[in-house]
């Protein structure tokens, strides 16, 4: 029984702001960095935000970088990610995963994945 559990989605404004949090369970998650991704229909999977196990290094695709906020609590077992200034083109699916590396870039080196929570954007 491994497995992530997203919260914290919903609908909001252009300009509005959202907390997603992943809570890892049957798992310690202070072994593994976390990756936020997100997917709209049609799409490819898209890398959002990754935090090193330790917390003491990230990294932010281009098209948040300066909005969104990735952190972790290590000993809550959580990981958020705080979305600010939200775009009507932020609207998606957004997942968390845990692994052996922060990289966006290659979703295919997490191990565990969560269900995914829902984020709308729009007026």
């Known amino acids: 029984q491994l497995d992530l559990v997203e919260s914290g989605g919903g609908s909001v404004q252009p300009g509005g702001a959202l907390r997603l949090s992943c809570v890892a369970r049957?798992?310690?998650?202070?072994?593994?960095?976390i990756g936020w991704f997100r997917q709209t229909p049609g799409k490819e999977r898209e890398g959002v935000s990754c935090?090193?196990?330790?917390?003491?290094?990230?990294d932010y695709a281009d098209s948040v970088r300066g909005r969104f906020i990735i952190s972790r609590d290590n000993a809550k077992n959580t990981a958020y990610l705080q979305m600010n200034s939200l775009e009507s083109e932020d609207t998606a699916d957004y997942y968390c995963?845990?692994?052996?590396?922060?990289?966006?870039?290659?979703?295919?080196?997490?191990?565990?994945w969560g269900r995914g929570t829902q984020v709308t954007v729009s007026t």
């Open positions: 935090i090193t196990a330790s917390g003491g290094a990230r």
């Open positions: 049957g798992f310690a998650l202070n072994n593994y960095a």
């Open positions: 995963a845990a692994g052996p590396l922060c990289q966006i870039s290659t979703p295919l080196v997490y191990d565990f």
